[in-house]
């Protein structure tokens, strides 16, 4: 099996050799000449040329070379992972598929071609034809998605809770998956099946009491489950993928992975449920559709936030909006500074499940297992907020990249739906005369070899950084995941062409023998 993995060694003697770059630019005076300092009878002066003014790296502080590494990372991840698919992407399917992974996972900045700024007549009368006017837009002040008024049906009336959360015909079978809420991969359909797709509701309430986050912060039985009941009827149920249930797998994974040995009493309570609450807000109201599909449409959502992070901004105002009815405030016993705090870290870690982002997180994380520092026991020492945020931020990140790391028939099922997702896309930019976003049409998709290419380009590289960092607590996860990509792959029609390579090999290595 061969997994193409952006590997820590390569972007480690890139970095290397970046750092003797600049040591050398850097050196003393004496030891170079310099053309403007150095003529026939000039005075001795100090050299002002670029060259002699950079420190020498031994002389720079600690946070500076640790920039000056992630930022030379992060260029070089792009340019590995550019020229990895320009590989890829030498057929037809395989071409689709790099389009995706560049278009979603690299935060490419926008690049203006003055010339198109020329605006000929014929298109500008052309444009204000379609430009849509007449139509009227709600007010951007209002937040959209958030139902008024909150939590009127919701409310919980009962006098005491009940045991998961929600009430079920099938209390027993709900009781024996929920025993195994600790272990990785859960059936969140079942979950749902059971509870009347009251899943997030029902996992999240208890990740919270197996925790004892209610006590320990005071947080009202009756006000949790109003908040979670009307979480949940914020999701859209109709949206395939980005819902209720993704958001409920989303939240038990990162629990699994908040329980990491190599995490053990690493993060305070307030932390470890910034990270819980976070997983279950971080889709709120996905609408089921792209940031770049909201952006291309000038949509009311890509408007209010200026075409950044679209949807996760979206998601942290509808969740914290939602907080601000009094029946709902589950952080109502929290001081100032512990809400403060509470939020800061949430908007970090939601923004961060942006995948446009994907690449700088990898970068830094990779960066963070080279300078890892452990205690004696084998636990991870972080020891300022940056380091912090930056492990959960990645924590969340992997538990949304995490279906492929699930046992085969449950991954099979989040492929089916993510993909009835991109297809529904697909219909409505037809529909629209839009051009279709890479892997969105329903005609022309290789669901198969996408798979393997996301696990290869995407999903492994972050998961085996992750167990690089937690080593060896996800090598579990790990493993599975290469054994769903080998069985992707054995899934790939075999197209003439490449059978007859095959068989040319195979003859190759019978000769050889």
Known sequence: MKICSLTTESALNFTRSKSRE????????????????????????????????????????????????????????????????????????????SEYICSTFLDKQQEVDINNLRLSEEDTTSRSKSSGRGKVAPPLSQISGVKKPLGHTNSFSGSTLPEHGVQTKHPEQLAKILDNSERWGVDMFKIAELTDNKTLTCVTFTVFQERDLLKTFKIPGKVFLNFLQTLEDHYIRDVPYHNSIHAADVTQSTHVLLNSPALESVFTPL????????????????????????????????????DESVLENHHLAVAFKLLQNQDCDIFVNLNKKQRQTLRKMVIDMVLATDMSKHMSLLADLKTMVETKKVAGSGVLLLDNYTDRIQVLQNMVHCADLSNPTKPLDLYRQWCDRIM???????????????????????HNATVEKSQVGFIDYIVHPLWETWADLVHPDAQDILDALEDNRDWYQSQIPVSPASSSIDLKEDDESNNEE
């Open 271 to 306: 932390e470890v449920m910034s990270a819980i609450f976070a997983a279950a807000i971080h889709d709120v109201d996905h609408p089921g559709l792209t940031n770049q599909f909201l952006i291309n449409t000038s949509s009311e959502l890509a408007l209010m936030y200026n």
């Open 420 to 442: 009835e997702e991109f297809f529904q896309q697909g219909d409505r930019e037809r529909e629209a005369g839009l051009d279709i976003s890479p892997m969105c049409d329903r």
């Open 22 to 97: 600049h040591v050398l630019s850097s050196s003393p005076r004496s030891e170079h000449s310099c053309a403007l300092s150095s003529s026939p009878g000039s005075p001795s002066s100090p050299c002002t040329c670029r060259r002699c003014s950079l420190l020498p790296l031994e002389e720079c502080e600690p946070k500076e070379v640790s920039a000056l590494f992630k930022f030379l990372r992060r260029r070089k991840f792009k340019r590995m992972l550019n020229k990895e698919l320009s590989h890829f992407s030498e057929s037809k399917s395989g071409n689709q598929i």
